[in-house]
């Protein structure tokens, strides 16, 4: 059984990294009609979401992030980064909102004060598509995290729409389980759980089961959204994966790329090096800011997880008590050698790994500039994986030329750097054509920086 230790109060800003402080809301929710007499809020007293342990429901008038900042029902500081200033995001939107938790031992998520993992945030607009959209949280985020990258977004097409935050949250997310891979495996669980309860969530208010059920998710998010295709498709009917993170049993994932990018801020890797690990050299521009608030950290913690014994006197983000040290790689980290390390800790990865047969539709999008998943170690291989499975009929990518991992850096370089976020409004709406009306989306392609107009808010898929 692994030390649980204690969670740092910290926690990451994009991917796994930069730090900032969410609210613990502990007031109550605010007061709601019982809806019954159909329109606005309609059953609003009748909704109980399956095998929660908590739910706290609330009428009101805007589910979007224009309305809900700075309430209780969403969280802004959970979302830093992840877009672009001068992201159009859409308002209005009425409808339910309901918040809870399901049974879970683990404390990480200290959420609305409730000090409780397993939070969920299921919306119901009152103007309904017959659809659903569900996501897990990105890197260690929380169940707010994608609000406005794709809750608004989804809510303001008529989806209702379901978040978790995975199971764990927080830096030291890895201290939740008792063996190597149980608290990525959780991940897993928590999306499935949460999917089905929303499928009788939404019948309870609508008064049937959604037409179409859609899992789609960034980063972490990504990856559950290739894993959910894989191993639920009964579930969806299909998904978009933003940049997920890819993880086999024999490679590539991080802990086969970021020794090097570790080794190359501590001054022992060379460039050829970092090239031979997948990043490519047009995102140097980009390393000296990973390197303060990406590498480090991500690799530690991700090592704890799936590889505890390697260095037991730097265990992940408990080895740190201020932003910096958790931010920090290890000294060991410089010279992890995935290749070698005992098959237990492969059977560990292996236990989260992902195979590539899908059996639903999935759109991937990757940026050719992403400096911590580096679009060849990762979203390149899994295409492969695909087709090697045969199921290359199910499968569109697209690699977003300039994109890098999180749209928030396009603020500091907008000349070399382009949001990936209207990309993947692009993608959504095709792969509801696609499903829905048969409509094929293009073939896969590099998606070129626009010449005009807009990038961070236009993007086409077709060229």
């Given amino acids: 059984m692994r030390p649980r230790r204690r969670a740092a109060s910290l926690l990451p800003l994009g991917l796994l990294a930069a730090l900032v402080a969410g609210p613990a809301h502990a007031s109550p929710p605010a007061a709601a009609a019982s809806g019954e007499g159909g329109g606005h809020c309609a059953r609003l007293a009748r909704l109980a979401v399956p095998g929660a342990e908590h739910q706290e429901s609330a009428c009101l008038p805007g589910l979007t992030t224009a309305h809900l900042a700075g309430t209780r029902y969403t969280d802004t500081a959970d979302q830093a980064g992840l877009a672009a200033r001068g992201t159009v995001t859409p308002g209005g939107v009425p409808g339910i909102q309901i918040d809870g938790y399901f049974p879970d031992g683990s404390r990480m998520n200290n959420t609305h004060g409730w000090r409780h993992d397993a939070q969920f945030v299921i919306r119901l607009p009152d103007d309904w598509n017959g659809g659903l959209v569900v996501t897990g949280a990105p890197g260690t985020r929380k169940q707010y995290a994608t609000d406005a990258i794709i809750g608004d977004h989804v809510l303001a097409r008529g989806f209702a729409y379901a978040a978790t935050d995975k199971g764990n949250s927080g830096p030291d997310f890895y201290t939740d389980g008792r063996r190597p891979g149980d608290a990525m495996a959780e991940w897993h669980r928590r999306t499935t759980e949460l999917a089905r309860a929303a499928r009788r969530v939404v019948a309870q208010r609508y008064g049937h089961a959604p037409r179409r059920t859609y899992v789609t998710g960034i980063s972490n998010g990504g990856y559950l959204t290739r894993w959910q295709l894989e191993n639920h498709p009964e579930l969806y009917d299909g998904g978009v994966d933003w940049e997920g993170t890819l993880w086999t049993a024999e490679g590539p994932h991080p802990l086969t790329s970021l020794p090097t990018a570790v080794a190359h801020g501590a001054g022992s890797a060379s460039g050829a090096d970092m090239a031979a690990a997948g990043f490519t050299p047009a995102t140097e521009f980009l390393w000296p800011y990973h390197q303060r608030a990406y590498w480090g950290v991500t690799q530690k913690i991700y090592r704890a997880e799936l590889d505890p014994s390697y260095d037991p006197g730097c265990p992940g983000a408990s080895a740190g008590s201020t932003a910096g040290e958790i931010l920090a790689p290890c000294a060991s980290d410089a010279e992890y050698d995935y290749a070698a390390r005992p098959a237990s800790v492969h059977r560990a990865v292996g236990r989260i790994g992902l195979t590539g047969r899908i059996g639903r539709p999935l759109i991937t999008l990757h940026g050719d500039l992403d400096a911590l998943l580096p679009v060849s170690a990762d979203s390149d291989v899994y295409h492969r994986m695909v087709t090697e499975r045969g199921r290359q009929r199910l499968h569109r990518y697209y690699t977003v030329e300039g994109g890098t991992h999180v749209d928030g850096l396009y603020d500091s370089h907008p000349d070399r750097l382009r949001p990936i ?43």
Avoid: F, I
């Fill in 421 to 463: 976020l209207p990309c993947y409004r692009a993608a959504l709406t095709a792969l509801t054509d696609w499903v829905e009306r048969g409509t094929a989306p293009p073939a896969d392609r590099v998606l070129p920086r626009p010449a005009g107009g807009d990038p961070v808010n236009s993007c086409s898929l077709r060229g």
